[in-house]
Nanobody, 116 residues
Framework: QVQLVESGGGLVQAGGSLRLSCAAS????????MGWYRQAPGKQRELVAS????????NYADSVKGRFTISRDNAKNTVYLQMNSLKPEDTAVYYC?????????WGQGTQVTVSS
């Protein structure tokens, strides 16, 4: 089973930036498309960005397109999310996981809070 540890969240003013990291255990990380998800209070968890195993293709939810960038370093078993031009509606707990229907166990996530 892959273990996921997210970090890099924090409190930032609107318009600011944060870079999230997700470290994964296990060699199967590099064989999987990975995604960043977020869950705001009272809302369902949503996928906001994904990246293919080799990193050549990415996809974004419309709400973050042009502001967020997902990347990965398979040598470090790590996936990143660069978040720019943050908005209060980006406030949520952010998680990483694979993007298959059978996800791995969820990590603890990292809280991102954007103040207006």
């Amino acid at each position: 089973q892959v273990q996921l540890v997210e970090s890099g969240g924090g409190l930032v003013q609107a318009g600011g930036s944060l870079r999230l990291s997700c470290a994964a255990s296990g060699s199967i990380f590099r064989l999987n498309s990975m995604g960043w998800y977020r869950q705001a209070p009272g809302k369902q968890r949503e996928l906001v960005a994904s990246i293919t195993p080799g990193g050549s293709s990415t996809n974004y939810a419309d709400s973050v397109k042009g502001r967020f960038t997902i990347s990965r370093d398979n040598a470090k078993n790590t996936v990143y999310l660069q978040m720019n031009s943050l908005k209060p509606e980006d406030t949520a707990v952010y998680y990483c996981n694979n993007v298959r229907s059978s996800t791995w166990s969820w990590g603890q996530g990292t809280q991102v809070t954007v103040s207006s």
